[in-house]
């Protein structure tokens, strides 16, 4: 262990997405012991009790505290996950920043282009490598999908089809909490998986250029949460009081890459049936593929007319090897926030941007921009062009 780099761990917010990244820092020295990185969990704030109890207990960090700003301030803590609500995310990173500790800060990196843009550019000023939790650029076969589209296997790229459709919020009964709330979360749909969507779109095919959209809120008003603990799975009382849905249950876009492609782009939060189908297809001159997230480790490849072959997904595709021996054998979520984890520690010790990057997370928070205003005057809108450490095309 001597030889490795220790890098002390602080984590914002023991949540769901918090305890993912806390198994993540773990997973990473075991599934990379070549990396000459050792993670070390040293602080979690959190200002509910049962979520510094479980942060202590159960993930192993050595202290817990009820104020973010003691974790910024402990001289252990070299790096920080932030697992925040999006409405604190801008105010967290600032500190961070301000603290000079490079940052994992999961998605929508702000409540809008402005604060993910102001996060950005300080982070890329202050010379801090950055993650965002894009994870399922990550996956295996995404990265042999984008060899496939970027090599020429397909030909020249004529259209995409991003499709994220999910039924986390299809319960009319589902608890008004923040995440319907414009000032708290910003916009819906859009940021919360359309994001997902234009950044794996930007990373397998290139750049989108301009966009024009329509959005939809179809649930209207939601029952007041019961606690202020409550998550977007939780059940509001159906016969108390109700609140406004502020933000959007459903987004369509058309949009047109800067490499002559088109794109559609649709995604809801409360359609029935599809769980997580979180689907990306791209066609080419000569070809097509298609991934499924519900569908991880297997990818659809056409290069004739005689219709898609499905292959799994298995050593020599991303960092498959590094999971399971064999195709057949299968990869999960968490393992691309390991991958991701693994990223932002190496761009730590390496001190060049590997991780998908705040700058990535403005590039997608400007198509989420411009997708917005679009719904509002009916124009196509063009995309902003973002300046910094940009992944998706590296």
């Known amino acids: 262990m001597s030889d490795r780099t220790r890098i002390g761990v602080g984590l914002i917010s023991v949540g769901w997405m918090g305890r993912l990244h806390s198994r993540a820092y773990l997973a990473s020295g075991q599934h990379y012991p070549e990396v000459p990185v050792a993670a070390s969990l040293v602080v979690a704030a959190d200002p509910d009790e049962q979520g510094r109890r479980h942060a202590s207990d159960a993930l192993g960090y050595r202290e817990t505290v009820s104020d973010y700003r003691a974790v910024l301030e402990h001289p252990d803590v070299d790096v920080v996950s932030i697992c925040s609500p999006n409405f604190l995310h801008h105010e967290i990173a600032l500190a961070a920043i301000a603290a000079r500790k490079p940052f994992w800060i999961e998605k929508p990196m702000g409540r809008g282009v402005e604060e993910s843009r102001d996060i950005a550019q300080r982070a890329h000023s202050a010379g801090l490598v950055t993650s965002v939790g894009f994870n399922y650029r990550h ?15 397909i030909g020249r790229v004529t259209n995409v089809r991003v499709a994220l459709l999910a039924d986390y919020s299809s319960d009319p009964d589902g608890a008004l909490t923040w995440r319907f709330s414009r000032d708290r979360a910003g916009s819906g749909v859009l940021g919360d998986l359309l994001s997902h969507g234009a950044d794996l779109a930007q990373y397998v095919v290139g750049r989108i250029a301009s966009v024009t959209s329509t959005t ?16 977007h799975f939780s059940k509001g009382d159906e016969r108390g009081p109700k609140g406004a849905v502020e933000n959007e249950d459903y987004a369509a876009i058309l949009a047109r890459f800067d490499g002559g492609a088109v794109g559609v782009f649709e995604s809801s939060r409360v359609a029935i049936g599809p769980r997580a189908e979180y689907v990306i297809e791209v066609y080419g001159t000569t070809g097509s593929v298609r991934w499924d997230f519900q569908r991880l480790n297997e990818l659809q490849i056409a290069t004739d007319t005689s219709g ?87």
């Not at 001190?351 to 990535?360: N, V």
């Open 139 to 153: 996956a295996p076969a995404i990265a042999h999908a984008r060899e496939l589209v970027r090599g020429g296997a």
């Open 216 to 231: 939809e809120t179809f649930i209207r008003e939601r029952p007041l949460p019961a606690s202020g603990t409550a998550s």
């Open 308 to 394: 898609y072959r499905t292959i799994m997904v298995g050593p020599g595709f991303g960092e498959f090897s590094r999971f399971q021996p064999g195709a057949g054998t299968s990869m999960g979520f968490d393992d691309l926030k390991t991958i991701e984890a693994t990223l932002f520690l190496r761009s730590v010790v390496e001190g060049r941007q590997l991780a998908p990057s705040a700058t990535d997370a403005w590039s997608a928070a400007e198509i989420v921009d411009a997708a917005l205003r679009s719904a509002t005057s009916g124009n196509w809108v063009d995309v902003q062009a973002v300046t910094g450490p940009l992944t998706y095309d590296a």
